[in-house]
Structure formats: C-alpha cells, structure tokens
C-alpha cells in the first residue's frame, strides 16, 4: 500500500462498507473527512472512555482491545456505546488485511450493542507489525462512577471472576499457529476458541458491582493476575494475601504456556476481574449460580506486605513484569528484517 493514511477507495471499500451503524450513538456519521467524533447520552449522563493500545499480527487485535476497554469502563458503572478505532500497518500489507480487521470489529461491536464512531488507518514504511489504538466510550448517571482500585480497604476478600490466561492464549495461538497444529490436535485448538466470548465480561461487572459490599473492581490485563494485584494493592495502599492454589487456569492456557515457557500468571486475562469485597463468600455463591466462575482467592491486609501463598511455600509478590505475550513477541523478533513479508493477505 503506499505510505500515508489510507485513501479513500481503500477507506470506503475495505473499512467503510465493513462496518454497519444505525447511528444510534453516533453524534457525527462515520467518514474519513470528519476529524471529531462523540456519542449522544441521555440527560443528566457523562461521557466515560478507554483507551488500549495492542500490536500483533492478528486479524481480530481490535476486537481484542475493544473488549478491554469496554470491560474497564464496566468497572467504573459505564455502559459501553461508542468505539474509535486509529490502526498503523506496515506499508506491505494487503488492503484485504484491512479488510478482514475491520469486519472483525464491527462484528465485536455490534455483538455488544456498540457502534464504530472513528476508524482511521495509516500505512508506515518501516513497520512490521500492525498496532491499533482503541477508545471505547460509554454512559454513566451523573455522579454514578463505580469504585477504583484505590477504593480497596484492608480486611476485605479478593474474588475472581473467570479463569485466567485465556486472552494471551487466545492471541499466542494466532501469533503460533503452525507450531500449534503440529502439537495439538484440531479439538484442543476449537476448545481455545470455542471460549474467546469470555473476554468479554461487561455483564457479569455490572453484576459484581450491584452486590452489597464491593468496595473495588480491577480487570486482569498486562502482567496478568500478578501485575493486577500488586497494581489493586499499590493504588489503596494496602497489603493482601492470596493463595496461588485457588486462581482458576484454564487447562488449555497451562498447556499453551508449557509449549512456549511462559508463566499463565504473568499473562494478559482480559476479561478475568478481581473484586474486591465485604462478603466474599457470598458474592462467589451468587456469580456461580448466575453461570460466572468465581471463587476466593485471599484477602486484603493492613500495612504495605503483600504475600502470594503456595501450600507451605510463601513470597512476597513482585513489582509487576512484563507481559509473557510481549516477551514471546520480543523473543520471535528480536532480529525481524522489517522488510519482511509476514503480512499475507
């Protein structure tokens, strides 16, 4: 593709005619012309957003940042309405590339009750790797924004919803398909895939945060579950305690991991949330009966000392690490020759 922002025949036959608003939310009609975009609320709302930004190879990397996004702004009470989407492609890429990311969003989208209110694309020379900045925005009653992570107090329980490890798998499977097939058979890859709804988890937020006594909310992203504990403890300035033996790891992301020596701890779990509450016992019971794999993992602590329990075996949790899918990135392209052809179509 020539170098510079997408054209518009690329933009109106390979993105435009991708994506299906009705223009419910949208405040401007979606074009490459228009440099503003915004969603309509009803009176007496405020506007929330989220950005995340991704890089990778993968055709669905939107619909992976998409669900991140709008899973933060459940955190915080919003509904999810409206998705920006900026996108920079190497300059070999197929306009058919462009293509297939954005029936891929739009899909997202409209399965969530979004629209696509922005979609601006650039090809750069110099690239080898596709990244995507995405901003979801969303509605909240005026003076209804859900607790932070600072909100967190001591003496409270740490519950997890989801499994863990289930996006970076999701992602290293696409990023590692041939190594993949030649290990595992075809049902092993259709289990991974058959769960990829489950990084979406706008719903089963919205249901924590209405139980009595949940103080704070924390989606599981970089770093995996260990980031977000130290980053959920750091921000309320408290210590915690947390039994590894109880963090639910699906046996597909174990098995995934193994392959590439990766630790599922230290890897992205989009839609996997902590909660933090009063009663959580309670809670885990009323998510599992609604069908949302919960359980309680630890407990919150006076003081700064923030412990990760194994049977007998006991540590202190680490400042958080990189993301296990960034390091199998950084490992496989240590010495790419950005002029090479991984695109495809």
């Not at 089963?204 to 704070?216: K, L, P, Q, T, W």
């Not at 923030?306 to 899918?325: Q, V, Y």
């Amino acid at each position: 593709m020539d170098p510079g922002r997408a054209s518009q025949t690329v933009y109106r036959r390979s993105i435009l005619k991708q994506l299906h608003n009705d223009g419910h939310a949208a405040l401007f009609p979606l074009g490459q012309e228009e440099s503003c975009y915004g969603i309509s609320c009803e009176e007496k709302e405020q506007i929330l957003s989220s950005s995340v930004s991704l890089f990778g190879n993968e055709k669905d990397l939107c619909e992976f940042a998409i669900a991140q996004a709008a899973n933060h702004l459940a955190t915080r009470g919003a509904r999810a309405h409206g998705v920006s989407i900026q996108m920079l492609l190497p300059d070999y890429a197929y306009e058919s590339r462009v293509k297939a990311m954005f029936q891929s969003a739009d899909a997202a989208a409209a399965a969530h009750e979004m629209e696509i209110l922005e979609a601006d694309v650039h090809f750069i020379p110099g690239l080898y790797t596709t990244i995507v900045h995405v901003t979801v925005l969303g509605c909240i009653e005026h003076g209804s924004v859900l607790r932070q992570s600072r909100m967190a107090n001591w003496g409270e329980d740490i519950v997890l919803l989801k499994k863990i490890g289930l996006e970076g798998a999701l992602r290293i499977k696409r990023a590692k398909e041939e190594k993949m097939a030649a290990r595992f058979a075809p049902f092993f890859l259709e289990q991974i895939e058959a769960q990829k709804e489950q990084i979406f988890s706008m719903k089963e937020i919205r249901a924590a945060a209405s139980a009595d006594g949940v103080s704070a909310l924390h989606q599981i992203v970089d770093g995996g579950i260990l980031a977000a504990l130290w980053n959920l403890a750091e921000s309320a300035g408290i210590g915690l305690t947390v039994d590894m033996r109880k963090i639910a790891v699906g046996q597909e992301t174990v098995e995934v991991c193994e392959i590439f020596h990766l630790n599922p701890y230290q890897l992205t779990s989009a839609g996997s949330v902590l909660v933090v509450t009063k009663k959580g016992e309670e809670l885990a019971d009323t998510l599992k009966q609604e069908g949302v794999p919960a359980v309680v993992i630890g407990h919150t602590e006076k003081g700064k000392e923030r412990l990760i329990m194994n049977g007998a075996e006991k540590r202190c949790l680490n400042r958080p690490a990189p993301d296990e899918f960034m390091n199998l990135w950084a490992r496989d392209h240590a010495d790419i020759d950005s002029g090479g052809q991984e695109y495809g179509k």
